[in-house]
């Protein structure tokens, strides 16, 4: 079975600039979560979206937002792009249903310029 | 607030020289302690996930153990491909959703 994947792999934009990011769970995960990690640290919660509908969001501001599909994929968008928001942009899917692990895709590396 | 801290930073090994990498943590109930592997510029690969206070899981040459304050990956005879970053997590009830807590990791070199 394919895991998660995301696209695009990679990404370079400017100051200002609108960004989407994409991610497809692995088949039969109803729950996909957004991390950003930034060079050095471990990945920072953005948002979790379950059955379509958003579950929790993190500490960041409004210009970061998401929504959920009916196939389960996500997309992840970003406005007004800053300098600080260069990082790994990862996906992960859960299967819900007691099972907690949650399983990350390959990410998006975004370069804000 | 939940919180992980794991240690050391960097740790450098000969290969087939075990060694434990420590995550201590501090969370509201826990719902699961999380061990990841990442390779430079790719996504966290799952490797463990312990459930309460005892538990011990085995994969090849790693070993996750759990008390109610830390988690240890023990490494035993490590080879040059195990060198990677480790990352510890921890999920806690706190919020209802599943929002993953992460370490900064551990950057872990094996030489041969």
């Known amino acids: 079975d394919a895991g998660v994947t995301q696209s695009p792999t990679h990404l370079i934009k400017t100051r200002g600039q609108h960004v989407t990011l994409r991610c497809s769970p692995i088949s039969g995960h109803k729950s996909v979560s957004w991390y950003q990690q930034v060079l050095g640290q471990g990945p920072q919660f953005i948002f979790q979206y379950y059955e379509k509908e958003e579950r929790g969001r993190g500490n960041f501001p409004d210009r970061f937002s998401a929504r959920q599909f009916p196939n389960y994929s996500s997309e992840l968008n970003v406005n007004a792009l800053l300098l600080g928001d260069s990082a790994l942009y990862l996906c992960?899917?859960?299967?819900?249903?007691?099972?907690?692990?949650?399983?990350f895709g390959p990410g998006t590396r975004l370069l804000v310029l | 607030e939940d919180q992980v801290t794991q240690s050391p930073e960097a740790l450098r090994l000969q290969e087939g020289e075990s060694s434990s990498l420590n995550c201590s943590y501090t969370?509201?109930?826990?719902?699961?302690l999380f061990w990841y592997r990442q390779d430079p510029g790719k996504g966290p690969e799952f490797l463990f996930t312990l459930y309460s206070a005892g538990e011990e899981k085995e994969k090849e040459r790693l070993k996750a153990t759990l008390t109610k304050k830390e988690s240890f990956l023990h490494i035993t005879a490590p080879k040059p491909e195990d060198s990677a970053t480790y990352l510890c997590?921890?999920?806690?009830?706190?919020?209802?959703?599943?929002?993953?807590?992460f370490g900064a990791g551990t950057r872990l070199a094996v030489h041969p």
């Open positions: 997590a921890v999920q806690g009830v706190s919020g209802g959703y599943n929002k993953l807590i």
């Open positions: 969370v509201s109930g826990l719902r699961g």
């Open positions: 992960a899917s859960r299967y819900a249903g007691g099972q907690e692990t949650q399983y």
